[in-house]
């Protein structure tokens, strides 16, 4: 499933390869680590994705 989905690393992210990709799914966010992309990716309800940018941002 991961082969049609676009994945999208931030601009922030650095150049230490620490990072992870979001792609958009219906009603929620596939989040997954760029140096284990193999593995799959985690998803979350879009509410869910949503609080959890609203607690990150400054």
């Known amino acids: ?33 760029t140096q284990n992309r193999d593995l799959g990716y985690l998803a979350y309800p879009n509410g869910e994705w949503a609080a959890l940018l609203a607690t990150l941002k400054p």
């Open 1 to 33: 499933m991961t082969d049609n989905m676009e994945f999208r690393k931030s601009s922030y992210s650095g150049g230490s390869g620490n990072c992870v990709e979001v792609a958009d799914l219906p009603g929620e966010a596939a989040v997954r680590d």
